[in-house]
């Protein structure tokens, strides 16, 4: 393990996975287990696989997962259910003795499903590897640590303050809906890791535009690219929505649950202003000509004096809560037209029909849904001489000219799916680019690089069993076939775990 920098986790490193109140008298207990749990990780970690920085990360969230725990905030427990909703058992791995698992407790098998998640994001979505849950290192690490949890579950204190920041009475406030939303989906110890990377990218994206906008502009942009992402992607280990995960937190309280579970979100878009009374504003889609009534009380002071019925144009994002829609983030104000700017009907919801390109693909590919293309240059005339698509720059998919390997898919009522650079490692009698080597190193790919294999065609690879080369590397005193069981025995939790919105088809 390198050893630069300090060796010793400090109050501001708990704090990083904590929300912004004031210091519990338990932080100073939880501050030393981290430390005690970073010498644990130490001394049973192979020295190379990860830094330290990495290691006082990992010992911080598992103190952090303890606190849950011991507090009874139910955080983990809203992972173990969903999960259990969802594929029928508490963890998608390791295995569980439901005889010497106990809800509520330290088990072992909660610690090294946390190890994995925190290794892998922290260092192998870093490293671009997809860290195999069966590694020896994650179970004695886990071993080491459960023994020092288990020792330490009796006498450890109750964190009064998350209880209280997290207390069901909270919840009659949007405010604290929206800013308990915003804790746990960025930054609590088991979804701060998994959105992590994307927050940081929006942050890049800032970086790289703040010389084309205002503070105020950029701020704005900011603000409402986040929120967008809080309320509108799905994120943590299951991929589910903030309102889905908090759901899921509240289940002993229904009426709280029932709450969460019906929060929706209309994205930013612009609204005519028919009336304002002293309580709501009645708003008309400008897309659609969906009227909603939105609270006055979250509208600036200011910002509601200028905001005029029967004139004003407004851009925002609204989120319907407690049966009532409230503004979210920055509005835009458009007072200067003289009559409203034209509303568009709702278009008719028509019936699924089959798409134009669905029978002339499966007439040029022997009736075949799936198709293999070596080059651009074949897939351009396949594109014109068998679909019939116009023969310019705007139809051929000039964008795709420097790759190759393409696999086409067609379905009945979307059309055409093309994959680039994947061909290789699909095992297909019909497709002539399969490469074995290539495909036992790379098919995994397929489920860890989100948009590389957009989700329909993924699963229908899966139907046939077109991709057998995808597999977790065996580790040490592990067959390729535990390998290769450990992806089919849970290939939609890897799928929904690193493709997030991807495994949505968004």
Same mark, same amino acid.
């Given at each position: 393990?390198?050893?630069?920098?300090?060796?010793?986790?400090?109050?501001?490193?708990?704090?990083?996975?904590?929300?912004?109140?004031?210091?519990?008298?338990?932080?100073?207990?939880?501050?030393?287990?981290?430390? %005690?749990?970073?010498?644990?990780?130490?001394?049973?970690?192979?020295? @190379?696989?990860?830094?330290?920085?990495?290691?006082?990360?990992?010992?911080?969230?598992?103190?952090? +997962?303890?606190?849950?725990?011991?507090?009874?905030?139910?955080?983990?427990?809203?992972?173990?259910?969903?999960?259990q909703?969802?594929?029928?058992?508490?963890?998608?791995?390791?295995?569980?003795?439901?005889?010497?698992?106990? @809800?509520?407790?330290?088990?072992?098998?909660d610690?090294?499903?946390?190890?994995?998640?925190?290794?892998?994001?922290?260092?192998?979505?870093?490293?671009?590897?997809?860290?195999?849950?069966?590694?020896?290192?994650?179970a004695?690490?886990?071993?080491?640590?459960?023994?020092?949890?288990?020792?330490?579950?009796? &006498?450890?204190?109750?964190?009064?303050?998350?209880? *209280?920041?997290?207390?069901?009475?909270?919840?009659?406030?949007?405010?604290?809906? &929206?800013?308990?939303? !915003?804790?746990?989906?960025?930054?609590?110890?088991?979804?701060?890791?998994?959105? @992590? *990377? %994307?927050?940081?990218?929006?942050?890049?994206?800032?970086?790289?535009?703040? $010389?084309?906008?205002?503070?105020?502009?950029?701020?704005?942009?900011?603000?409402?690219?986040?929120?967008?992402?809080l309320?509108?992607?799905?994120?943590g280990?299951?991929?589910?929505?903030?309102?889905? +995960?908090?759901?899921?937190?509240?289940?002993?309280?229904?009426?709280?649950? #029932?709450?969460?579970?019906?929060?929706?979100v209309?994205?930013?878009?612009?609204?005519?202003?028919?009336?304002?009374?002293?309580?709501?504003?009645?708003?008309?889609?400008?897309?659609?000509?969906?009227?909603?009534?939105?609270?006055?009380?979250?509208?600036?002071?200011?910002?509601?004096?200028?905001?005029?019925?029967?004139?004003?144009?407004i851009?925002?994002?609204?989120v319907?809560?407690?049966?009532? +829609? +409230?503004?979210?983030?920055?509005?835009? =104000?458009?007072?200067?037209?003289?009559?409203?700017?034209?509303?568009?009907p709702?278009?008719?919801?028509?019936?699924?029909?089959?798409?134009?390109?669905?029978?002339?693909?499966?007439?040029?590919?022997?009736?075949?849904?799936?198709?293999?293309?070596?080059?651009?240059?074949?897939?351009?005339?396949?594109? /014109? $001489?068998?679909?019939?698509?116009?023969?310019? @720059?705007?139809?051929?998919?000039?964008?795709?000219?420097?790759?190759?390997?393409?696999?086409?898919?067609?379905?009945?009522?979307?059309?055409?799916?093309?994959?680039?650079?994947?061909?290789? =490692?699909?095992?297909?009698?019909?497709?002539?680019?399969?490469?074995?080597?290539?495909?036992?190193? !790379?098919?995994?790919?397929?489920?860890?690089?989100?948009?590389?294999?957009?989700?329909?065609?993924? %699963?229908?690879? *899966?139907?046939?069993?077109?991709?057998? $080369?995808?597999?977790?590397?065996? /580790? #040490?005193?592990?067959?390729?076939?535990e390998?290769?069981?450990?992806?089919?025995?849970?290939?939609?939790?890897?799928?929904?775990?690193?493709?997030?919105?991807?495994?949505?088809? !968004?």
């Amino acid at each position: 393990m390198k050893q630069a920098g300090n060796k010793t986790i400090y109050l501001k490193d708990w704090m990083n996975v904590h929300p912004e109140i004031k210091q519990s008298n338990s932080d100073l207990y939880y501050i030393q287990l981290s430390n %005690r749990i970073l010498k644990t990780i130490e001394a049973t970690l192979p020295t @190379e696989l990860f830094d330290l920085e990495e290691a006082k990360e990992i010992s911080v969230h598992v103190a952090a +997962w303890f606190e849950d725990i011991i507090s009874e905030l139910h955080i983990w427990e809203s992972f173990t259910k969903s999960c259990q909703a969802l594929y029928g058992k508490r963890l998608p791995f390791p295995a569980i003795d439901d005889a010497n698992y106990f @809800e509520g407790e330290v088990n072992q098998a909660d610690i090294e499903f946390l190890i994995w998640h925190l290794l892998q994001r922290f260092h192998g979505n870093e490293n671009d590897i997809m860290i195999n849950p069966q590694d020896p290192s994650i179970a004695l690490m886990a071993g080491e640590i459960t023994k020092l949890l288990e020792e330490e579950y009796e &006498t450890a204190p109750e964190s009064k303050t998350m209880q *209280e920041y997290l207390n069901p009475k909270m919840y009659d406030d949007y405010y604290t809906f &929206t800013r308990n939303a !915003e804790w746990l989906y960025f930054f609590s110890y088991l979804h701060g890791p998994s959105n @992590e *990377e %994307r927050l940081n990218g929006l942050y890049e994206e800032m970086n790289e535009i703040k $010389d084309q906008y205002t503070k105020e502009e950029l701020a704005r942009i900011f603000y409402d690219a986040r929120n967008q992402m809080l309320f509108c992607s799905h994120g943590g280990p299951l991929a589910l929505t903030v309102s889905e +995960w908090m759901a899921a937190m509240y289940e002993a309280t229904p009426w709280v649950k #029932e709450l969460l579970g019906g929060v929706s979100v209309r994205q930013r878009a612009w609204y005519f202003v028919e009336e304002k009374t002293p309580t709501h504003l009645t708003l008309v889609a400008k897309e659609g000509g969906e009227t909603i009534k939105a609270l006055c009380k979250s509208v600036a002071a200011e910002t509601l004096k200028s905001i005029l019925p029967g004139m004003s144009n407004i851009s925002v994002t609204a989120v319907r809560y407690h049966d009532e +829609w +409230w503004f979210n983030g920055s509005i835009l =104000l458009d007072n200067k037209q003289e009559h409203p700017a034209e509303i568009k009907p709702a278009a008719d919801e028509a019936p699924a029909i089959e798409h134009k390109d669905y029978a002339s693909f499966l007439t040029a590919n022997n009736s075949n849904d799936l198709a293999y293309l070596g080059s651009y240059d074949a897939l351009k005339s396949f594109l /014109v $001489d068998s679909l019939g698509w116009a023969d310019n @720059e705007d139809e051929t998919l000039p964008t795709l000219k420097e790759n190759e390997n393409f696999v086409l898919y067609v379905n009945k009522e979307k059309g055409l799916l093309i994959a680039p650079d994947i061909c290789t =490692l699909v095992k297909d009698p019909a497709n002539p680019y399969y490469n074995a080597e290539e495909a036992a190193e !790379e098919a995994m790919m397929l489920y860890f690089v989100p948009g590389l294999c957009p989700i329909d065609l993924l %699963r229908r690879l *899966e139907r046939d069993n077109l991709i057998p $080369d995808a597999a977790f590397q065996p /580790v #040490e005193n592990a067959s390729k076939e535990e390998a290769k069981a450990l992806l089919d025995d849970n290939k939609d939790f890897f799928a929904r775990y690193f493709l997030t919105d991807y495994y949505f088809g !968004e």
